[in-house]
Nanobody, 121 residues
């Protein structure tokens, strides 16, 4: 089985920074794109940032210039550095990864359980 485990969430003041981490473990043959999504009550989950296996990146307009996504392929880990945080960034942040467990199969979407980020004074 494959697991994604997020860490690094918490309470931070507006203007502050947090770094989220997400480590994939289990029976992994290949990891494709990885990403971070967020969700607030009553709203759909939205893409925050994504990164391909060759480090191509994509960001939501609302976080461009403030958030940076990166990955360490040797550690099967993706990171999200969040700077200049705003109250509207408050959400549960979910890690997502496209993972194949053998060379014979296509990748499947896996999700972490989420980590809460609260931006408040």
């Amino acid at each position: 089985q494959v697991q994604l485990v997020e860490s690094g969430g918490g309470l931070v003041q507006p203007g502050g920074s947090l770094r989220l981490s997400c480590a994939a473990s289990g029976s992994i043959f290949r990891i494709g794109a990885m990403g971070w999504y967020r969700q607030t009550p009553g709203k759909r989950r939205e893409l925050v940032a994504a990164i391909t296996s060759v480090h191509g990146t994509n960001y939501a307009d609302s976080v461009k210039g403030r958030f940076t996504i990166s990955r360490d392929n040797a550690k099967n880990t993706v990171y999200l550095q969040m700077n200049s945080l705003r109250p509207e960034d408050t959400a549960v942040y979910y890690c997502n990864a496209d993972i194949a467990t053998s060379r014979l199969e296509h990748g499947m979407d896996y999700w972490g359980k989420g980590t809460l980020v609260t931006v408040s004074s």
